[in-house]
């Protein structure tokens, strides 16, 4: 009998938000572990029910975070941005943080500028 190694601790693990060119344009926004495996799913239609009927082209982006819960606190805000703001973020004219509220609860940083 075989044994199996245990599962990965993700409670330890960094986590990543990252974004994806889509073949129609649209940049999806989504949070995993391990992003080049994740972008494979997406890739064989695997992944998200977004990405199978929009076929994603380019992983555009990725982002380190400490734990799951600040992935998905940053995705949520990411995901209200428009796909230039997502772009910008991209390309590195933006920073994760500037797209984030801060500590405060001020929300004016999500909004695009002009």
């Given at each position: 009998?075989?044994?199996l190694?245990?599962?990965?601790?993700?409670?330890?693990?960094p986590?990543?938000l990252?974004?994806?060119?889509?073949?129609d344009?649209?940049v999806?926004t989504g949070?995993?572990t391990?992003?080049?495996?994740r972008?494979?799913?997406?890739?064989t239609g695997m992944?998200?029910?977004?990405?199978?009927?929009?076929?994603p082209v380019?992983?555009?982006?990725?982002?380190e975070?400490?734990?799951?819960s600040?992935?998905?606190r940053a995705?949520?805000?990411?995901?209200r941005?428009?796909p230039a703001a997502?772009r910008?973020?991209?390309?590195?004219?933006?920073t994760l943080?500037?797209?984030?509220?801060?500590?405060?609860g001020?929300y004016?940083?999500?909004?695009?500028?002009?």
């Open positions: 009998m075989r044994l190694p245990p599962p990965p601790d993700h409670s330890t693990m986590w990543f990252y974004l994806i060119e889509c073949a344009g649209s999806y949070i995993a391990d992003v080049e495996a972008f494979a799913k997406h890739a992944g998200a029910r977004y990405t199978r009927s929009r076929k380019a992983l555009l982006a990725s982002f975070l400490a734990d799951r600040s992935a998905s995705e949520y805000w990411v995901k941005l428009p997502k910008a973020l991209a390309a590195g004219a933006r943080e500037s797209v984030l509220p801060n500590p405060q001020n004016e940083a999500v909004k695009e500028s002009p």
